[in-house]
């Protein structure tokens, strides 16, 4: 197989150049990390869970009419998606009080909120993302008054389709990071959901018990990763048909 150029490696994913214009690969890697990249560690399998649970969430979005930047799924670790521009913030929708909020506001984790809080923070490492507010993203042009009113349309929309999906499996969706990418189409611009929609960017909780099954069981140290995320795929019903373990190459999609 030719060697496709790669265009950006970040802590979870690979991002190489596409097979047609327009296109990206996105790799999904075993890795984990945490408290901006000071705790890591490699976990088996993680990466063909959260490329499966991505394009789950991505394509039901698409099939709803949230536009995402999915394609398709090529193979265990790699998808298929639509090259955008990346708008520099990280869009965090919150269900109930958790992680920063909790700390930020010394409440405590669990209390439900009595409507979603929509939050951005400034995409940069070096500052361990900021949170900023709609001051900041217009002052600095990051993104105009359309696009934050097209950023908040989105994520509630995403907010109300993952909240259902999770609710219907036995999981409370707490919070989620989504990213958005701007996309060219002719003299328009559209902005789409971009970058994964997987445990590692959402809280799931156990609706029952309470139990943790997103990233927060590495970042907190509460069990085995792999185990929390394949809890959360055989109970959407996205695991492999033969439920072989999934680090195991297996030709049965
Ligand atoms: P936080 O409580 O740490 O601010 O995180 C809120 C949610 O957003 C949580 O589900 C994790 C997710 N998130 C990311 O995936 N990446 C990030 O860089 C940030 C800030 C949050």
């Known amino acids: 197989m030719a060697r496709r150029k790669k265009i950006y490696e970040g802590k979870a994913k690979v991002l190489y150049e ?12 075993d890795d984990a990390t945490a408290y901006n990249a000071e705790k890591k560690d490699v976990i088996d399998g993680k990466g063909v869970l959260n490329n499966r649970l991505s394009e789950f969430f991505m394509s ?19 998808q298929l998606v639509r090259s955008c521009e990346i708008i520099p913030l990280e869009v965090v929708v919150r269900n109930v009080v958790a992680g920063s909020m909790a700390k930020r506001l010394g409440m405590e984790e669990g209390t439900p909120l009595t409507r979603p809080v929509v939050e951005y923070y400034y995409k940069d490492d070096a500052l361990g993302d900021p949170l900023v507010t709609e001051e900041h993203i217009a002052a600095f042009g990051w993104a105009s008054q359309q696009d934050m009113d097209d950023i908040l349309s989105l994520a509630l929309r995403v907010n109300d389709f993952l909240s259902g999906v999770m609710m219907a499996v036995g999981i409370r969706l707490v919070d989620f990071k989504i990213e958005i990418g701007r996309v060219f189409e002719g003299d328009f611009q559209r902005l789409i959901v971009a970058d994964e929609i997987s445990p590692d960017s959402c809280r799931l ?15 907190r140290d509460l069990g085995n990763l792999a185990d929390a995320y394949t809890e959360v795929a055989r109970r959407l019903g996205v695991m492999p048909k033969n439920n072989q373990p999934v680090t195991k190459p297996t030709l049965i999609n």
């Open 18 to 29: 596409g097979p047609r214009p327009g296109t990206i690969v996105q790799y999904f890697k």
């Open 60 to 78: 039901g979005l698409n099939q709803i009419g949230v536009p995402t930047h999915f394609i398709e799924r090529l193979n265990m670790r790699e």
């Open 205 to 219: 909780w156990d609706i029952e018990t309470g139990q943790k099954l997103d990233k927060d069981v590495f970042r």
